[in-house]
C-alpha cells in the first residue's frame, strides 16, 4: 500500500519560513494536499492541487511537489501557525493520509 | 454555507457494530464533484481514512478496515452513514465526517468538515 511519510516534528522561530516536508513514491505524479489541526478542532485543509489555497487560508501558506517530495511552506511564522499538520494524496482508489508534523513556533 | 455534522452512540462495547451518520446541510450531497468521507482519529493520533462513498452509492475502503466497514447514502435524507462491526478498544477514535473535492485524477481533498463525535469501546 502507498505510504506518505513526514518528519513528526518542525521547530521554527517567529518570523522565519517552515518547511515541512510529505516523501512518497513518485508522490509529483499525483495531487498533494495539506491540513492545518490545532488541538480540539477539526482539520483544515489549507494546501490541494499541490498548490492551490482555499479560500481565507493566508498567502504566506504555499505548496509544492515534484518527485518524491511535496512541501508545505510558511513564510513569516507566526504563534498562530503552530499546529499538526498532515499532508495526503490519492492513490489506487485510496486516500493516504501522511502521520503528521507537529509544527512548534519557538 | 455546507455544513456536516456527525450523530452517533458515544460508547460501543466490545463486538458490537459502531454506527455513524452523517447529516449535510446548507446544500446538496448529490453532486458528481464531490465524495463524502469518514475519517478518524485515536486520542493522540494522526488521521485515518476510514472510507468514502459517491451520491450514487461507489463505495472506496481502506484496506485494513476494508471487511469491517460498510459505508451507505441516503439522498433522500440527505446524509451518509458508517458502519464498523466487531470493534474493539483500537477503535476507540474521534470519527469525522468529511466531504471529498474531486478534482482530476488525482486531486482529491477533504475540504469542508464535520466537528468529530468522539466514540469509545469499552464495556
Known amino acids: 500500500s502507498y505510504e506518505l511519510t513526514q518528519p513528526p516534528s518542525v521547530s521554527v522561530s517567529p518570523g522565519q519560513t517552515a518547511s515541512i516536508t510529505c516523501s512518497g513514491d513518485k508522490l509529483g505524479d499525483k495531487y498533494a494536499c495539506w491540513y492545518q489541526q490545532k488541538p480540539g478542532q477539526s482539520p483544515v485543509l489549507v494546501i490541494y492541487?499541490?498548490?492551490r489555497r482555499p479560500s481565507g487560508i493566508p498567502e504566506r501558506l504555499s505548496g509544492s511537489n515534484s518527485g518524491n517530495t511535496a512541501t508545505l511552506t510558511i513564510s513569516g511564522t507566526q504563534a498562530m501557525d503552530e499546529a499538526d499538520y498532515y499532508c495526503?494524496?490519492?492513490?489506487?482508489?485510496?486516500?493516504?493520509f501522511g502521520g503528521g508534523t507537529k509544527l512548534t513556533v519557538l | 454555507q455546507l455544513q456536516l455534522q456527525e450523530s452517533g452512540p458515544g460508547l460501543v462495547k466490545p463486538s458490537d457494530t459502531l454506527s455513524l451518520t452523517c447529516s449535510v446541510s446548507?446544500?446538496?450531497?448529490?453532486?458528481?464533484?464531490?465524495?463524502w468521507g469518514w475519517i478518524r482519529q485515536p486520542p493522540g493520533k494522526g488521521l485515518e481514512w476510514i472510507g468514502s462513498?459517491?451520491?450514487?452509492?461507489?463505495?472506496y475502503y481502506t484496506p485494513s478496515l476494508k471487511s469491517r466497514v460498510t459505508i451507505s447514502v441516503d439522498t433522500s435524507k440527505n446524509q451518509f452513514s458508517l458502519k464498523l462491526s466487531s470493534v474493539t478498544a483500537a477503535d476507540t477514535a474521534v470519527y469525522y465526517c468529511?466531504?471529498?473535492?474531486?478534482?482530476?485524477?488525482?486531486?482529491?481533498?477533504?475540504?469542508?468538515w464535520g466537528q468529530g463525535t468522539m466514540v469509545t469501546v469499552s464495556s
Open positions: 495526503q494524496a490519492w492513490d489506487s482508489s485510496t486516500v493516504v
Open positions: 446548507g446544500g446538496s450531497i448529490s453532486s458528481s464533484s464531490y465524495y
Open positions: 462513498i459517491s451520491y450514487s452509492g461507489s463505495t
Open positions: 468529511a466531504r471529498l473535492l474531486r478534482s482530476g485524477n488525482t486531486g482529491y481533498a477533504f475540504d469542508i
Open positions: 492541487e499541490d498548490n
